[in-house]
């Protein structure tokens, strides 16, 4: 297929450029040149009269996306000038060129913090204001929640109390805190639900174990393979222990029973057909169970801790907003509330706002949230307009909304698919547009036409409030001609178990991509590797880096994986706390040391200690004394070197870092160590200890959410690796849909709810139990029904990150797959299965691993040889290759004038270098400024004795010497010459053997006239004219020697001029 001439959507995109006088909403399907539409927008604007380069903003989603932004606007505004023939639209263009960096481009964001700073006063802010990112703000949010609990321990609240009776810790609501703060413009409701009694359910409970107990075989063996008898036996110990009194013992017992535990008949006795009856009659029993006790006191006592805990959570809440403002930080959720509120409340500020900023465009607007689109609705509202944002009147044409609802994949951020729905309405009921782009420029042919195949099926038609509908991609480029095109799949054979199958995939992919690259077909950066989840990221980072394939990882945890990291957090440990010797003991066990624990034992039973503040044992020599003596060397660096610069020193002594630089090819360890050390540095400039800083890289160790940070940022030719989130707004010609496994469940814990005046809150309390599960310890009593609203939300945004993953693609997709059914993981792609029936399989890839490198010569001899190389190397270094020397100090020298001076003798104070100093200036700024007067002059002595108050004494000496100087015939001479200057500065090279002079020098006065350059140097001291020239004679001739090389022309005249005397040396040029 040709590109056609005109394209699908060309009427659309003629009304983006034409209708100026509309607010339109652009719907970009994926790879539809958004940006470029945005861009040709603001363009028309400004050659059409309309738009004023400063009196637009444009709001984007991350930095990134603002500077392409801009830059692509210059790029169009250059190319229409270029073709425009009317001499009036050029100037605008120039115009705007001209003031581009008026334009203001931003994140959402970065706007609120330029009109805080606009309007500091009426937005109640500081102008010094210091704006928090995530990574500030949750360190900020973690310290202020343990300081809130600390205060109200201390005060000895009652609803604290309540929660730790109620089994509740603190560090249980850490995760409850984040979502509370997250969404602080919603009041999440706490409910009036009381302690519940727990008579009834414990009564409830005694019937239904007596009924049981009479259906239970007498002995159950340990590790029976039926869960209900496994739970029942578990249940029989407990009671031995449980007092079902208390409420809160009681509710955990019969949470065991909140889901039924399953029979499996072979373990019961009895004939089939009796098993059958018996689990007929089990099922019932337990089912009446559950519905009249188990969930009836779980849902009041459930309710209970969550009215305690949500009480508790907006206090702290609260707690932190003041923290925050008492600190001058604001957070982004500050910064939008802060405006908004502006914008709400004062009409004027508002008003002047809307004239400043005319015309707004918005990008990216589908992850908007409730805060977002009020804030840029009241900017784009009619000036003295009333109401709510939702209501208000919009000026014609002052919004311009480009959004993919498609692509709508940040719930989880706020992001809220109702408000862009509402959005959109209010644009078309108040005279706008909602148009939409879909020809696509990024996928060949038979890809738009197989996502347009899968699409048109999971999406609706209509459009319903949790999903939009699907409009088409419509391509534009040709199908490739001699390379593979379209969509592949990538299949995992059955026989291979679920825990291998990322291992085996990315081996596949690896030899993929290195055959395609050996080829000559690809390059390294032609690839993108896309999994819904962070977890498998670095198996297929280490699978490349097997095959020396260049590699970047976005988006996992590199930073909590990292056994350099985790070994270096043990030192630390140690090192913040020297008398720990059981930690010491792990350090010289683990990988730095990796001494034997027969060794140990050894040292130990010497009466040695392990300690690093006790002293070594004098006589005894060892392995474990010299690495008690490097510890202790570097504990010493701990307590004399800020933490930084004594943790680099320790990466370089431990050759730690050197080891993770050469450990992958892809540097992940590498860089892995430099977080941790960046972690450190924002550590100590918050005035952290050695000790905070340690337990801050233990938190990062056991977080999941600190993304990698790559050891070279920035690289261009290599392949990209991240989850499904990292991915949107990019693409690649190959991109792989990996870890087939590896998805997520459809699950909530949050639900907000955005119908009324007010937004409301609910939220399920959970802590960990086991590695992957979660225990329910409180949720609202209506949890089940907002559960289920929101996983529709959850289920659609599946959807679309699907459709977000198959739209990355330029030529071709490949879609891994495990060949086997069932499996404990969730299939990502399993919605794409039913379309990939013709699809064809991606052909093995076969290639040879390289050779490891050699280990390094690590003897002994080899160590000596290089420390002495070292060394040599370092003398060298050291040695100075050039020297500065200024013409005074040599003239100065022995050996230059034959012998000290003969005369040194000096006046007063007046006379020394300060002196001379204040005489110099005066007479350059004389020189140069000639109409200045002794009242200028005045004002500038009193400036400069501000450090040297014994001058101030002399000023006027000083000016009546300037006024003499001046009467000098030598001066009326310079004031006429045709080329003057003053105080001029030279350098020049003198070669010496091996080693570079540089020869410095600055000259009082130049000037030329018929005759030649005339070279004065002004002298303050009070010596005769005949000594001044014996003693300065040498440097005037070594200026003379150089000015005449630098400058070239003829010297007539090179000599002192003597301040005290009021006269003129001879020509000094010949000695």
């Known amino acids: ?192 639900t009381s302690k519940p009694d727990p008579q009834p359910a414990r009564d409830g409970f005694n019937r239904f174990w007596s009924d049981l107990e009479v259906m239970l075989p007498s002995d159950i063996p340990h590790g029976v393979g039926c869960a209900l008898q496994g739970l029942a036996r578990e249940t029989r110990g407990r009671l031995r222990m449980a007092d079902l009194s208390c409420p809160q013992q009681l509710a955990e017992f019969l949470a065991r029973w909140e889901t039924h535990p399953g029979m499996r008949q072979l373990d019961w006795p009895g004939t089939p057909k009796q098993r059958k009856e018996t689990k007929a009659a089990l099922d019932a029993l337990i089912d009446d169970f559950q519905t009249t006790t188990v969930q009836p006191y779980l849902t009041a006592w459930r309710s209970y801790v969550y009215r305690l805990a949500v009480m508790l959570l907006q206090e702290g809440r609260a707690y932190l907003v003041e923290a925050r403002k008492a600190a001058l930080s604001l957070n982004y959720e500050d910064l939008l509330q802060v405006v908004a509120r502006l914008l709400r409340e004062n009409a004027e500020v508002r008003a002047a706002l809307q004239r400043k900023y005319r015309w707004v465009f918005v990008d990216e607007f589908q992850d908007t949230d409730p805060i977002q689109a009020e804030l840029i609705f009241l900017l784009a509202a009619q000036p003295d307009t009333t109401g709510t944002w939702a209501d208000v009147a919009l000026r014609p044409g002052a919004l311009f909304i480009v959004g993919d609802p498609k692509q709508s994949i940040y719930r989880f951020r706020r992001a809220d698919i109702d408000t862009y729905q509402q959005v959109r309405q209010r644009i078309a009921d108040t005279g706008g547009r909602v148009v939409s782009l879909t020809a696509s420029f990024r996928s060949v042919p038979s890809l738009c036409a197989w996502a347009n195949g899968v699409f048109s099926q ?37 026989t291979v178990s679920e825990r291998a199958v990322p291992d085996t995939e990315a081996q596949r ?55 350099a990291v985790a070994s270096l957090v043990m030192l630390l440990r140690v090192l913040a706390d020297p008398d720990d010797g059981p930690a010491s003991i792990g350090v010289l066990r683990g990988p730095l040391f990796g001494l034997s624990d027969e060794a140990l034992f050894e040292y130990r039973q010497t009466g040695a200690s392990f300690l690093l503040t006790a002293p070594l044992p004098a006589h005894q020599r060892g392995p474990v004394t010299e690495a008690l003596s490097v510890l202790q060397g570097m504990y010493a660096w701990t307590r004399t070197l800020p933490a930084p610069a004594a943790i680099e020193r320790i990466l370089e002594r431990t050759g730690l870092l050197a080891l993770a630089a050469t450990a992958s090819q892809g540097g992940t360890e590498a860089g892995a160590l ?3 050390l960046d972690l450190v540095r924002q550590g100590t400039e918050c005035g952290s200890s050695l ?78 139990l086991g590695q992957w599960g979660r225990a329910v310890i409180g949720e609202p009593a209506e949890w089940a029904a907002h559960e289920a609203a929101e ?65 390094p010569d690590l003897s002994p001899e080899t160590r000596t040889a290089a420390e002495e190389d070292r060394q040599g190397r370092r003398a060298r270094i050291l040695k100075p290759s050039w020297q500065m020397t200024t013409v005074t100090a040599l003239a100065h020298s022995s050996h230059s004038v034959g012998g000290p001076a003969a ?27 000639p109409l200045l007067d002794r009242a200028g002059l005045h004002r500038l002595a009193v400036w400069l004795t501000v450090d040297d108050p014994e001058l101030t004494e002399v000023i006027s000496s000083a000016l009546d010497t300037v006024e003499q100087v001046k009467l000098a015939d030598c001066w009326r001479d310079a004031l ?54 014996e003693q300065y004679g040498d440097q005037i001739r070594h200026y003379a020697k150089h000015w005449s090389s630098l400058a070239g022309g003829h010297l007539a005249y090179a000599g002192l001029y003597s301040v005290r005397e009021q006269r003129l040396s001879s020509n000094l040029m010949t000695g």
Not at 719 to 737: D, S, T
Request: hydrophobic share 40%; aromatic share 6%; proline share 6%.
């Open 1 to 192: 297929m040709s590109k056609p001439t005109v394209l699908p959507d060309q009427a659309a995109r003629d009304l983006i450029e034409a209708r100026l006088d509309l607010n339109l909403l652009v719907e970009a399907g994926a790879g539809s040149g958004k940006t470029e539409s945005l861009a040709r927008r603001m363009a028309a604007g400004i050659i059409d009269g309309r738009y004023i380069v400063e009196q637009m903003a444009a709001v984007t989603f991350t930095r990134k996306a603002a500077a392409e932004l801009r830059g692509r606007f210059q790029f169009v505004l250059e190319d229409r000038l270029g073709k425009e023939p009317d001499a009036t639209r050029q100037a605008r263009i120039e115009e705007a060129l001209t003031h581009l960096e008026r334009l203001f481009a931003g994140t959402i964001h970065a706007f609120c913090a330029h009109l805080i700073r606009e309007r500091p006063v009426e937005a109640g802010m500081a102008p010094g204001f210091t704006e928090l990112d995530e990574g500030q703000d949750a360190e900020l949010r973690g310290h202020i929640w343990r300081e809130f609990i600390d205060l109200k321990r201390a005060s000895e609240s009652v609803l604290l109390q309540e929660l730790v009776e109620a089994r509740v810790r603190p560090s249980d609501l850490d995760g409850a805190f984040g979502k509370v703060c997250t969404f602080s413009d919603v009041t999440f409701v706490a409910g009036e």
């Open 458 to 494: 999971i999406f609706p038609n209509p459009a319903t409030p949790q999903q939009p509908t699907f409009h088409g991609l419509h391509p534009v480029r040709d199908d490739l001609q001699g390379q593979p095109g379209g969509v592949r799949i990538l299949t995992i054979a059955n």
């Open 509 to 563: 992919i690896a030899a993929f991509i290195r055959t395609e690259v050996d080829a000559g077909r690809r390059r390294p950066g032609d690839f993108l590797i896309l999994t819904r989840k962070k977890r498998a990221l670095g198996r297929y980072a280490s699978a490349l880096e097997r095959l020396c394939v260049p590699v970047e990882v976005s988006g996992a945890s590199a930073l909590a994986e990292s056994p």
């Open 674 to 676: 430099l977080q941790a």
């Open 691 to 768: 000790a905070n800083v340690v337990t801050v890289l233990e938190e990062a160790l056991e977080s999941a959410n600190i993304e990698t940070v790559p050891l070279e940022p920035g690289q261009q030719d290599v392949v990209r690796i991240m989850n499904l989130h990292k991915a949107k707004g990019l693409e690649a010609p190959v991109v792989f849909l990996a870890d087939p496994m590896g998805g997520v469940p459809p699950r909530t814990d949050l639900r907000i709810v955005r119908a009324g005046v007010e937004a409301l809150g609910y939220f399920q309390l959970t802590r960990p």
């Open 791 to 855: 996983l529709e939300y959850v289920m659609a945004e599946e959807s679309r990150l699907l459709y977000v993953a198959c739209t990355r693609a330029k030529e071709l997709l490949i879609i891994g797959r495990w060949a086997k059914d069932g499996g404990r993981g969730t299939r990502p792609w399993a919605p794409l299965e039913p379309y990939l029936v013709n699809a064809a399989p991606l052909p093995d890839a076969s290639v040879v691993s390289p050779d490891p490198s050699p280990l």
């Open 903 to 929: 005369d040194t003798r000096r006046r007063g104070p007046d006379t020394g270098v300060a002196w001379g100093t204040l005489i110099h200036a005066l007479l350059e700024q004389a020189m140069r400024n």
């Open 976 to 1029: 006429a010459a045709e080329e003057r200057m003053v105080e001029v500065p030279f350098c020049v090279s003198r070669a010496d053997g091996e080693t570079q002079h540089l020869l410095s020098g600055v000259v009082d006065m130049l000037y030329r006239n018929a005759n030649g350059w005339h070279l004065i140097d002004y002298k303050t001291d009070q010596l005769s004219m005949e000594v001044l020239s």
